[in-house]
């Protein structure tokens, strides 16, 4: 019988199904961080337990940390304590804490892959929603609950029920100045926030196998923002070439029995999918988002919507979004001014969107009344950057390079964006208050992010790109 990738994976982790009812999913990695896990560990404390096993899961501090003077103490008490009750929770526990200061500290979900735990044919969990990036290297990956983070660490397993299956295809070649954000963001526009409800998607199509693996995980990263469960993409040469050497990758016999295995996962041709999408590529273009959901995203050459433009029942929540992004229907949005460009976040922190950016903004300078700052999201990330000199351009073009950590992606630490003002965001959300209290997000990519940032308006990159024929494109 034709299966698909995720179902391949899937019975393959099926322990135990309750009849009309969930499976029991075997877990293969779980990352856990100091938000979600504290309550977690309480109940296990509580029940008298302790981490069945300790060595399938992978702690890091990054959602609260500070990315600057991370040697000094925490000035938030509430980030300070979740950080503190990581470190005593993973000590109690025998679990491995990549905290402040280690060499592999980071982001969750640019971690796991940069140190090859993150594997093809794995179930992946963790306490945060953005999970779904591991997906890319053929993994079922999905953000869970407190409750359910309890639930793993006591058992290493989970109730979850099969969702519907979803097949996204983006066939043809991107335009120079395109890159896999905007593949996202353009694809989220057609669809909408909840056009994926219920899924698990894979990503598929040429355009789709020409990215990096650092792309992909950008695409897998937002599949969250449509509603889906998790999204995930076929493991194939780029992928064993990425994962090849990697800290924890399988070594020497063992690394190419496991490449044996992973060819074997893919979707049959023949395999039925729920429901299934076709996009060219050669249709998008530098994409922004104007609203307060990502899927409100338009490109940058085009106007924003008016209520007569877009669904009925969308109206009242185009102009809800726009009184709170001070913006007017049916205006450019290019040309927009902005005050803060923020690159970074689990969806765009690697060393490849580092490059991209210090490839464009070199010889250039940011405009005097933009803030910039520039987070790597992880310690291997920023030596890279540092160890190339990405930190030397960044800083002769007046950015500022910080140090790692979920910074202004979310309101939940120091780095937060003042109420009013105009962010161009590389991260994956722009929910009313999600850079701060009144904070106004345009999602964008690394490279449109760092062209807002030399001009201090939303811009299209394109202008300011060589020919790709004269060997100037810039694709990822």
């Known amino acids: 019988m034709a299966k698909t990738l995720f179902e391949k994976i899937w019975e393959k982790h099926i322990v135990k199904t309750v009849d009309d009812g969930p499976s029991v999913l075997y877990i293969d990695k779980h990352f856990i961080h100091e938000v979600t896990s504290p309550q977690a560990f309480t109940g296990l404390n509580k029940r008298g337990l302790k981490v069945l096993r300790p060595k399938q899961t992978i702690a890091t501090a990054d959602h609260n940390v500070p990315t600057l003077n991370q040697h000094l103490p925490i000035k938030e008490e509430l980030s300070r304590l979740q950080v503190e009750a990581l470190k005593r929770n993973c000590q109690e526990h025998g679990i491995e804490l990549y905290g402040l200061g280690h060499p592999f500290q980071g982001i969750v979900h640019v971690i796991g892959p940069e140190l090859g735990i993150t594997q093809p044919g794995m179930t992946i969990v963790c306490g945060d929603s953005h999970t779904?990036?591991?997906?890319?290297?053929?993994?079922?990956?999905?953000?869970?609950?407190?409750?359910?983070?309890e639930m793993v660490l006591a058992t290493q397993?989970?109730?979850?029920?099969?969702?519907?299956?979803?097949?996204?295809?983006?066939?043809?070649?991107?335009?120079?100045?395109?890159?896999?954000?905007?593949?996202?963001?353009y694809i989220l526009s057609k669809i909408t926030s909840s056009g994926a409800t219920g899924y698990a998607v894979?990503?598929?199509?040429?355009?789709?196998?020409?990215?990096?693996?650092?792309?992909?995980?950008?695409?897998?990263?937002?599949?969250?923002?449509?509603?889906?469960?998790?999204?995930?993409?076929?493991?194939?040469?780029?992928?064993?070439?990425?994962?090849?050497?990697?800290?924890?990758?399988?070594?020497?016999?063992?690394?190419e029995k496991k490449v044996t295995e992973w060819r074997q996962l893919y979707s049959d041709?023949?395999?039925?999918?729920?429901?299934?999408?076709?996009?060219?590529?050669?249709?998008?273009?530098?994409?922004?988002?104007?609203?307060?959901?990502?899927?409100m995203g338009i490109a940058v050459t085009e106007k924003i919507p008016t209520?007569?433009?877009?669904?009925?029942?969308?109206?009242?929540?185009?102009?809800?979004?726009?009184?709170?992004?001070?913006?007017?229907?049916?205006?450019?949005?290019?040309?927009?001014?902005?005050?803060?460009?923020?690159?970074?976040?689990?969806?765009?922190?690697?060393?490849?969107?580092?490059?991209?950016?210090?490839?464009?903004?070199?010889?250039?300078h940011?405009?005097?009344?933009?803030?910039?700052?520039?987070?790597?999201?992880?310690?291997?990330?920023?030596?890279?950057?540092?160890?190339?000199?990405?930190?030397?351009?960044?800083?002769?073009?007046?950015?500022?390079?910080?140090?790692?950590?979920?910074?202004?992606?979310?309101?939940?630490?120091?780095?937060?964006i003042p109420a009013g003002k105009y962010c161009i965001?590389?991260?994956?959300?722009?929910?009313?208050?999600?850079?701060?209290?009144?904070?106004?997000?345009l999602l964008a990519s690394p490279l449109t992010a760092a062209a807002a940032a030399i001009t201090g308006f939303v811009t299209d990159v394109r202008e300011?790109?060589?020919?790709?024929?004269?060997?100037g494109a810039l694709v990822s």
């Open 157 to 185: 397993c989970l109730l979850q029920s099969k969702p519907k299956l979803m097949r996204i295809n983006v066939d043809g070649v991107l335009n120079n100045g395109v890159v896999s954000k905007d593949i996202v963001l």
């Open 425 to 441: 965001s590389t991260s994956n959300r722009n929910f009313e208050g999600r850079q701060g209290a009144g904070a106004r997000t």
């Open 202 to 255: 894979e990503f598929a199509g040429a355009a789709i196998r020409s990215l990096s693996m650092e792309a992909r995980m950008t695409i897998c990263n937002m599949s969250i923002e449509m509603g889906a469960r998790c999204g995930l993409i076929a493991p194939d040469e780029i992928t064993y070439t990425y994962l090849k050497g990697r800290e924890f990758a399988p070594q020497d016999d063992a690394w």
């Open 366 to 416: 940011k405009a005097d009344d933009v803030e910039v700052w520039i987070v790597p999201g992880s310690k291997q990330v920023e030596a890279q950057a540092i160890e190339e000199g990405i930190d030397k351009i960044f800083e002769e073009a007046g950015f500022v390079l910080r140090q790692p950590g979920c910074s202004a992606c979310l309101g939940m630490n120091e780095d937060k």
């Open 269 to 295: 041709s023949d395999a039925v999918f729920d429901k299934e999408f076709f996009f060219k590529a050669e249709d998008i273009e530098p994409m922004i988002t104007y609203g307060t959901n990502p899927g």
């Open 132 to 149: 779904s990036t591991h997906g890319a290297f053929g993994s079922i990956a999905f953000g869970i609950g407190t409750s359910e983070v």
């Open 307 to 364: 209520t007569e433009t877009v669904n009925e029942n969308d109206s009242s929540g185009l102009s809800k979004s726009l009184s709170y992004m001070g913006l007017r229907q049916g205006t450019a949005i290019k040309g927009q001014k902005i005050d803060y460009v923020f690159i970074g976040s689990c969806t765009n922190s690697r060393i490849e969107d580092l490059r991209m950016v210090a490839s464009f903004v070199k010889g250039k």
């Open 464 to 471: 300011s790109l060589p020919n790709p024929s004269e060997g």
